[in-house]
């Protein structure tokens, strides 16, 4: 079975002489006019940046080299048990190769990751068990990136002018997928500052994927349970199952979005992925981008306090009204680009509807299968949102405060397991093609005023 790295190297050059042609005989072919609006309107609708994994479109939300969730669903190896969703490990070889993998290549990708992924650098562990217990987990998890910078394989070849620059991606592959494969430890470790005084919640194995692991050093597997969420075994395995969706569908959505724009512009300068994605974590860690799944949990757990039964939807279109005659938004609904339900949403809520008995009896997850359905009449009757549909953050938190993750500030830090994979993936890819570094022409106003006069 090839590896991932030998596999890449066979699609590589074709894809950098598709490339190279394009430019050349296309190069001065003009994509779309750009506005003063979009200028001080943060460049929406601006098509200005190169992005080969994923594409959104608004009627059918995210695909994946192509792939819907849907087919991803169908077509992405998993760990071969019926039942179990794809693993991660099959859509990072999607995203990297362009090809769907065979259940062989992702079990070898599983078991290099596994092994890369045995142990954190020992100045890591130390920079973390030093930082307070009430630092914001994402700042933890920032910190915790950036001083991996010490080992990384780029930086220090690049420094002793060991590597030229179209052998850059080999380095750069090296360096995320160490890092990629040191996300359980990371994160279990960050997990463990914040609840559990520092010592451990579980066991790191090199036998199984990269969620098993994630769960287990999370405190989520059958026999931590005492530590946490208190699962049984048929609980920790929906659990492990909820981590490999999740985490399968958040890698990417384009590369407009501040975590994936932020990783490939600081890569860009040839920073190396350690530095790059540290800087997508601090971006993902802001209320207006990754934070918003919390805010969905605060409002559900808020809202059922307010109103006397799930059954009256006259009372939730009540509670719903009397948030937005205050000027307040629904938290977990709308979206800028996306005009359909997200199907992200979608494939979240299919994982409770599947698991009937679970959720039962949990009323904020009652709460919120209810409210795809109100809530978007309220928002088409209130007129003003241009998507009254659910989007990505109405599901996903509350899930994981259902098995037991009540630390929602942590939710944005298990985004940002997932998120690796699609910033990290084009940040190969920008090797590979030599991209330059970023540097946009930036105007003052007295330079957007003159080009008012000249037109
Ligand atoms: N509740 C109430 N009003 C809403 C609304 C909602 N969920 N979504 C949009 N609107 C309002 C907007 O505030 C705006 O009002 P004003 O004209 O008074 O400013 C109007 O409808 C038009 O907005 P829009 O063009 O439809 O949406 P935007 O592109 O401006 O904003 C978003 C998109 C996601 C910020 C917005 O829908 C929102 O605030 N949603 C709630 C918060 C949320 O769920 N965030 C998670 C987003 C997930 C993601 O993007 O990844």
């Not at 659990?239 to 890698?251: A, E, K, Q, S, W």
């Not at 978007?376 to 990505?392: M, Q, R, T, Y």
């Not at 946009?440 to 330079?447: A, C, T």
Request: proline share 5%; net charge neutral; hydrophobic share 40%.
């Amino acid at each position: 079975v090839l590896t991932l790295k030998e596999t890449l190297e066979n699609v590589i050059p074709q894809r950098r002489d598709a490339v190279k042609e394009l430019k050349a005989l296309y190069g001065n072919t003009v994509i779309g006019p750009i506005t003063i609006s979009s200028v001080i309107g943060g460049m929406r609708g601006n098509q200005s940046m190169f992005w080969q994994g994923t594409s959104l479109d608004p009627d059918h939300g995210i695909r994946f080299q192509g792939l819907t969730i849907e087919q991803c669903q169908k077509r992405l190896p998993g760990t071969g048990i019926n039942g179990d969703n794809f693993l991660p490990e099959s859509m990072l070889w999607l995203l990297m190769t362009g090809s769907v993998p065979s259940f062989q290549q992702v079990d070898s990708l599983r078991r290099e990751l596994a092994l890369r992924g045995k142990e954190l650098p020992h100045y890591t562990e130390k920079v973390l068990l030093s930082l307070p217990k009430d630092m914001h987990p994402m700042t933890q998890f920032a910190i915790g990136l950036a001083s991996m910078n010490k080992g990384s394989v780029f930086a220090t070849n690049y420094q002793k002018g060991l590597i030229g620059k179209t052998e850059f991606w080999k380095d750069t592959l090296e360096d995320s997928l160490n890092l990629i494969a040191s996300l359980p430890l990371l994160t279990g470790k960050i997990y463990s500052n914040i609840t559990n005084e520092g010592r451990p919640l579980g066991q790191y194995s090199e036998d199984v994927d990269w969620c098993t692991n994630i769960c287990s050093l999370l405190g989520m597997t059958e026999k931590n349970s005492s530590n946490t969420g208190n699962l049984n075994s048929q609980q920790s395995l929906d659990f492990i199952n909820l981590m490999r969706l999740y985490t399968g569908i958040h890698v990417d959505h384009e590369g407009g979005n501040v975590s994936a724009h932020t990783t490939h512009l600081v890569g860009s300068a040839l920073s190396d992925p350690y530095l790059s994605y540290s800087s997508g974590i601090m971006g993902l860690a802001g209320p207006l981008h990754g934070l918003a799944a919390q805010e969905v949990v605060r409002f559900l757990i808020e809202m059922n306090s307010n109103i006397s039964s799930i059954a009256l939807e006259k009372e939730i279109k009540e509670y719903l009204w009397k948030i937005l005659k205050s000027n307040r938004v629904i938290p977990g609904y709308g979206h800028a680009v996306l005009r359909k339900p997200d199907p992200r949403f979608t494939a979240m809520l299919e994982f409770a509807q599947m698991r009937p008995n679970e959720f039962k009896n949990d009323k904020n997850v009652l709460l919120m299968q209810k409210l795809a359905e109100v809530a978007p009449k309220v928002l088409l009757e209130h007129g003003k949102s241009k998507n009254p549909f659910p989007n990505v953050d109405s599901a996903s938190g509350i899930l994981f405060y259902h098995y037991g993750i009540r630390e929602l500030l942590f939710f944005t830090v298990i985004f940002g397991c997932s998120r690796s994979m699609g910033p990290l993936t084009q940040l190969v890819w920008d090797r590979i093609l030599g991209l330059p570094i970023e540097r946009p022409k930036s105007l003052s106003f007295e330079g957007l005023e003159a080009l008012t006069k000249a037109t």
